[in-house]
């Protein structure tokens, strides 16, 4: 910190724990506030618009420390405004009250200590995470098991492990030479952890997600013991971790869990191990270029991914997710999957009762986790309660259905045991938010809580019947008071009689005697004392339910990955039923063919939209071109969308579909520079253009779109030719290629395997219509100027470069007058107004005209017929395309 902090003891403990966690912002708790001291609270009052104060002593001049606070019960709010803003949180709690620190004696500081350790990848809580997107922490680590690759400062593979620890689910990847950049891009990391040695190799990929630690969780021997502690095992075969790298990335996962969670970890599964390419390959670009599960403004409406959600659950949107970030690139698992969907799309009914049935459901992996952090309500509770219900008539619906449906029907049975028991336990719904709020525990299933319920809710009514036993006994007219300073008392006139020996003599006022009994004392102490006795009675019988949770966590986490299986697979088939999709074929060959094949997201919003169909194979390369607005990126895009839809196991927008499985899509599509990295926009082109010749292979699909764009005419012409021919020849893969160099299309002529495409359009009464259809041939030009007129350019600048388009286009024909016309087009020279660059009917039929061979009679016949061309103007303008 480089502000001082004053010397008082609780700001020394302040210290202390400060110092145990520098690099995270301190909330340290201070009665009913968490307060921020330092350059902690600078920050704060900043990001959390609240009152910046200052802690000041006695000392003369002291100036004070800059502090600010929140109220302990609003502070969730707080720190997910924190978390937001790329902060960690370490929240230092009391662990004792005043009380107790005064029974130690001494200073009678209260001891606090960190409880919590709030990161990006660590967050298990509603309130912190998005229900349909997890948070994922990371870690990445050379792979040591392999030999180094010779030449070259990167390790041969990497090992990627992760982790959500809301759901406790684990995967492990090996990845090769430049597999790094488009598999982060694949995975929702909140935060990555990587040894000091790689760090290089995240230059310009990912910013403050990456967290520095302590090289010792990379020990071997670290990471081993954090994997037996966290599973519970004596080996780490079973778990398939034999190899020592494997170990030493899932174990530095599972240490660094640990760290940020205070020892706690909720029951994690056995790793997901991954190290053959069985997902499509998208990078980075692509994902973005094609508005896959995110759009430019970082929402999913009007992404691949909106138009396919249609889970009940959010666990099934979670898995939906994955699925569309990472297709499959294996055919048996692709019709697999889409077997399953064939199934409930073939029987709208099953799929009807199935949408039924997960309604009831609730989000079980996270509920479950909650509970065995520690963090757990009674409404995680009644969640696993709920669904448990709700299984024995999903198991009846797919019991019988076979293939994905039927292998995770089985998995749903194994919590009846926990449902029996949370059904008994559980008061019905609602049930509290918090704990300290009681009344979750249902009446009968605990004796001794039904008891002091009792206790509490007859409290008049033992009270009376005491005063009746008491006047009944001794004869006389008693009367049961109460107040503040001596509690319950029998209150008796100063006239009356003898009374019993067991009233003790409390008080005397001016009219009359007040007594206590020892019953009347024993009762006044349990009423007392019911209230705080049901609550810890209610929270011993709350660690029995999570530790009957804990005892089922298996089966829980089998029941969770059952429900978002089947909630993901049911939502592609009502998509598929609601805008009358077709079942793709899936082949291991080279084949590509749409037929009547439509944009799956502008489709469902644009009616009329224009269906085309694309045929390739590969060393195949479509060549299109036509004018802008025309639809050239929407029917690039489209081609790869589709390819993604098939091999995720979806239904596709066509009549007819035949794919085989790509190994990777590249997409370049648009323009963009990253100033961050010092790079414009036609860097960021070259660059993402030489990953895809670098990457691709005979099984990828490329889909360019106006390559070359950024630089000189003629330099990104002959990057563009090169590109083209280097794809065709050498790669061998399937191209998609949009361009307004139409001197390329002679490539369809000395390469084989290219062929000409254009988007139509047609020019009527001197306006472009778009057609929006795709068709065999090149394209007759790109139609600029007409579709600048479209959008509103004012028309002397339409007219003055309709003038230039014509002069460029006659110096490029090479004619010695063209070039001379050329040279007298100033392009610097502002034109005289009103602007007629281009010659009227009238104009040309002058100075056609030989005056001085014309007869009196030929001239006036003249004069009358240009005459009728000035009355009729529609008949003066000569077209662009004239």
């Known amino acids: ?118 990161t990006p990848g660590t967050l298990t809580e509603d309130a912190y995470l998005d229900a349909k997107r997890p ?35 684990v995967g492990l990847r090996g990845l090769g030479a430049g597999q790094l950049a488009h598999t982060l891009a694949a995975l929702p990391i909140g935060e990555l952890v990587v040894p000091a040695d790689l760090q290089p190799l995240l230059e310009g990929i990912v910013a403050r997600k990456l967290v520095s630690v302590q090289p010792q969780l990379f020990a071997e021997s670290t990471a081993r013991a954090a994997l037996l502690r966290a599973y519970k095992v004596t080996e780490l075969a079973g778990l398939g971790l034999t190899e020592p790298a494997r170990i030493v990335a899932v174990g530095a996962l599972v240490g660094y869990a640990e760290l940020t969670q205070m020892g706690a970890l909720p029951s994690l599964r056995p790793p997901q191990v ?14 973005k270029s094609l508005d896959l599960t995110e759009s430019p403004s970082g929402q999913r409406a009007d992404t691949l991914l909106g138009v396919l959600d249609e889970t009940v659950t959010a666990a099934g949107g979670r898995l939906l997710a994955r699925w569309v970030a990472e297709p499959l690139a294996q055919v048996v698992p692709i019709l697999a999957r889409q077997q399953a969907v064939t199934t409930l799309f073939e029987n709208p009914t099953l799929r009807a009762a199935l949408r ?29 309660r709920n669904t448990g219900q709700a299984l024995p008539n999903l198991y009846d619906l797919l019991q019988t259905s076979g293939g994905l449906l039927g292998s995770h029907a089985s ?86 009689a003898t009374i019993p020996s067991h009233w003790v003599h409390r008080q005397t006022t001016t009219t009359s005697h007040r007594y206590s009994t020892p019953a009347l004392l024993a009762l006044e102490r349990d009423l007392g004392n019911a209230a705080a006795q049901a609550q810890q009675c209610e929270e011993a019988l709350l660690a029995t339910l999570v530790a009957a949770v804990q005892a089922h966590s298996v089966a829980l986490l089998q029941v969770a990955e059952a429900l978002a299986t089947m909630d993901a697979l049911q939502a592609l088939a009502e998509v598929a039923q609601t805008h009358a999709w077709v079942a793709p074929t899936l082949e291991d060959s080279g084949a590509l063919e749409l037929l009547d094949a439509k944009h799956p997201v502008v489709a469902t919003r644009v009616p009329s939209f224009v269906a085309n169909s694309v045929q390739l194979e590969s060393g195949h390369l479509w060549l299109l071109t036509g004018p802008n607005m025309a639809g050239k990126s929407t029917f690039l895009r489209q081609t790869a969308l589709l390819v993604i839809l098939a091999q995720l196991g979806s239904y596709v927008p066509a009549s007819k579909a035949v794919v085989g499985v790509a190994d990777a899509i590249f997409c370049r599509v648009g323009a963009a520079d990253n100033l961050a990295a010092g790079q414009s926009t036609f860097m960021v082109e070259m660059l993402e253009t030489a990953a895809i010749l670098n990457r691709a292979t005979a099984q990828s699909l490329v889909i360019l779109d106006e390559l070359g764009r950024g630089t000189a005419t003629y330099d990104g012409l002959a990057l563009a030719w090169a590109c083209t021919e280097d794809l065709v020849q050498r790669v061998q893969c399937r191209s998609l290629f949009a361009t307004h160099y139409h001197e390329l299309t002679v490539l369809a002529d000395q390469l084989q395997g290219v062929s000409n495409h254009q988007l139509t359009v047609k020019v009527w009464q001197d306006e472009l219509v778009f057609l929006h259809q795709v068709r065999e041939g090149a394209a007759q030009g790109s139609f600029g100027v007409q579709v600048a007129k479209l959008a509103g350019v004012p028309g002397a600048v339409v007219q003055r470069a309709q003038a230039l388009l014509n002069g460029f286009e006659a110096a490029a024909k090479g004619g010695k007058q063209a070039v001379a016309r050329l040279d007298s087009l100033s392009l ?8 007629a660059a281009m010659p009227s009917v009238l104009e040309q039929t002058l100075r056609a005209t030989d005056v001085d061979g014309l007869s009196p009679r030929e001239a006036l016949a003249m004069l009358y017929q240009l005459k009728n061309q000035l009355n009729a103007p529609s008949q003066v303008a000569v077209a662009a395309k004239d």
């Open 274 to 287: 991954q190290l053959a390419q069985t997902h499509l390959q998208l990078d980075a670009a692509t994902r």
């Open 828 to 835: 610097f020279t502002q034109p005289s107004a009103p602007l």
């Open 356 to 384: 039924s049935g997960l309604q009831p459901t609730g989000d079980v992996a996270r509920a479950a986790s909650r509970l065995m952090l520690g963090r757990g309500s009674p409404r995680d509770l009644g969640l696993l």
């Open 411 to 496: 998995g749903l049975n194994g919590l009846s045991t926990l449902t029996e028991l949370l059904t008994r336990a559980l008061a019905p719904d609602p049930l509290p938010a918090l704990v300290r709020d009681g009344g979750f525990i249902a009446a009968g299933f605990d004796a001794a809580l039904d008891s002091l319920r009792s206790l509490q809710a007859n409290a008049q009514n033992l009270l009376a019947e005491l005063e009746a036993t008491e006047a009944t006994a001794s004869g006389l007219p008693v009367k049961l008071r109460y107040n503040q300073v001596w509690g319950y008392y029998l209150e008796l006139g100063k006239a009356s």
């Open 1 to 118: 910190m480089s502000l001082a902090l004053p010397t008082t003891p609780v700001m020394k403990q302040y210290a202390e724990l400060k110092a145990q966690y520098p690099h995270a912002m301190l909330m340290f708790r201070m009665g009913d506030f968490y307060e921020l001291f330092a350059d902690d609270a600078l920050v704060a009052s900043q990001v959390l618009q609240i009152t910046l104060t200052r802690r000041r002593t006695a000392r003369e001049g002291d100036e004070g420390t800059p502090m600010c606070g929140v109220p302990y019960h609003a502070a969730e709010g707080y720190i997910g405004k924190l978390l937001s803003n790329g902060h960690k949180v370490a929240l230092a709690e009391q662990l004792e009250t005043p009380e107790a620190a005064k029974m130690r004696g001494g200073s009678a500081l209260v001891q606090r200590g960190v409880v919590r350790l709030f």
């Open 135 to 169: 948070s994922l922490l990371a870690v990445l680590a050379a792979d040591t098991d392999q030999p180094p690759q010779q030449a070259s400062h990167q390790p041969q593979r990497l090992i990627l492990a992760w982790l959500d620890i809301s759901t406790g689910e």
